[in-house]
């Protein structure tokens, strides 16, 4: 992890606005993709075959958006700790967008943002702004907002 943020659930209030940096680089595999399509049983060749995906526009296999996506918990996992938290829970997703594709063999990393900070029920609900980056892309491959809610 480049960068992050460790707090109490107090202390989530005046990280509002915060950038909470970038986790390390990344690469996408052939191999996770495939696994993503086995568990899913999403087999669009873009994804899994690699010779005809070569004959795209893309120029070779992608990993699918919803993979992607799911880099989401990881990632805020990574660049946000709560120390006084006795559990986290992805309570879901607000505005979520797939501005350019997650090649294979590119590199990525994750970056995110508190963007807002709520009280809920036995805790704080945090909204972050989370970003899937590739390495020397012009655009992300994914741009969320990402609902955690964390309870003491």
């Known amino acids: 992890m480049t960068t992050g943020l460790v707090t109490d659930m107090a ?9 909470l940096g970038y986790t ?3 690469e996408m595999t052939q191999d996770r ?12 060749f873009i994804h899994v075959d690699p010779e005809r995906a070569r004959e795209t526009p893309l120029g070779g296999t ?11 918990a990881p990632v805020s996992q990574r660049l946000m ?4 938290a006795l559990m986290g829970v992805n309570y879901g997703l607000d505005r979520v967008r797939f501005p350019a594709p997650l090649p294979v063999g590119a590199q990525w990393r994750g970056g995110a943002e508190i963007i807002e900070v709520t009280d809920v029920a036995g805790g704080v609900q945090v ?21 955690v809610r964390v309870y003491g």
């Open 81 to 84: 700790r709560v120390s006084d």
């Open 33 to 44: 993709v495939n696994q993503f399509a086995d568990i899913t049983d999403d087999h669009n």
């Open 24 to 26: 390390d680089w990344e």
């Open 62 to 72: 992608i990993a699918h958006g919803f993979l992607s996506l799911s880099l989401l």
């Open 11 to 19: 202390g989530l209030r005046n990280s509002l606005g915060a950038h």
């Open 127 to 147: 909204k972050l702004r989370v970003t899937i980056e590739v390495k020397g892309a012009e655009k992300p491959a994914v741009v969320a907002e990402s609902l």
